[in-house]
């Protein structure tokens, strides 16, 4: 079981610029590997900063997703396209950007991405660093329910049906588990009671049994997320 030690921000910019820095130096880490971005509102800023500056990327870097909405990769909906300028900038071959293919039909994109990633882990690339976000309603990534989490036992991808009534993709706590450090990047006053579940390892947390089988796993948040 991972200890849960929480960095608190005093301000949300200070968020984002230490964010920014991690993952950072987890993009041009002198040993190649994969990093996994987070998708929603908080981890943006830090994506776009590094956009503007990027890093030199590690030889054989590989960047993959936490999830994603089953939308188009165009779609302002999508998390793709929320780092989309971030890959642009880091200019690496398009076979080292593992994406979820929202092109094809769901369960096939399904398949498809954890393929991918069955892929990955074959070919022995660590995953150095993924970032995660958290829900209000104690989500990570797509998980939201203890269904999602009996549908994702064996398995590195899943099909899953979000509350909004959208579909998605997600990574599975079996992925998870193959990352080397976990961090929850948390922002905002509607998160502090998940938040505090989280830290309290709350069993009945989506977001902890996601990671319970992870080695190492922090949260970072603004004062808003975890007032003093």
């Known amino acids: 079981m991972p200890d849960l030690p929480v960095r608190r921000f005093p301000v949300r910019r ?3 610029a230490a964010l920014a820095q ?3 130096g987890a993009l041009a880490a002198d040993c ?6 987070a998708g929603g509102h908080t981890p943006g800023p830090a994506y776009e900063m590094l956009a503007a500056h990027p ?3 590690a030889p054989g870097l590989h960047l993959l997703y936490s999830d994603d909405r089953y939308v188009p990769s165009s779609s302002d909906a ?4 929320l780092s989309q300028a971030l890959v642009n ?3 690496l071959p398009a076979a080292q950007v593992l994406r979820v293919p929202t092109e094809l039909p769901l369960e ?3 398949q498809a991405y954890e393929e991918r990633l069955q892929a990955l882990l074959a070919q022995k690339i660590p995953v150095r660093l993924g970032l995660l976000g958290l829900g209000a309603d104690g989500h990570t990534a797509s998980l939201f329910k203890g269904a999602d989490l009996a549908a994702a036992r064996g398995r590195l991808a899943i099909a899953v049906q979000r509350p909004d009534a959208r579909t998605g993709i997600s990574v599975t706590p079996n992925f998870l588990a193959r990352v080397e450090a976990i961090l929850f990047v948390v922002a905002g006053a509607d998160k502090t009671a998940a938040l505090k579940r989280l830290a309290a390892r709350d069993s009945t947390l989506t977001a902890w049994r996601a990671v319970v089988k992870c080695r190492k796993v922090e949260i970072w948040a603004d004062a808003e ?3 003093a």
């Open 14 to 16: 200070d968020l984002d």
């Open 22 to 24: 991690r993952l950072g």
């Open 32 to 37: 190649s590997g994969a990093v996994m971005l």
């Open 55 to 57: 890093p030199r990327p």
């Open 78 to 81: 999508s998390n793709y396209h």
């Open 89 to 91: 900038a880091l200019a």
């Open 108 to 110: 096939a994109a399904a």
């Open 225 to 227: 997320a975890w007032p």
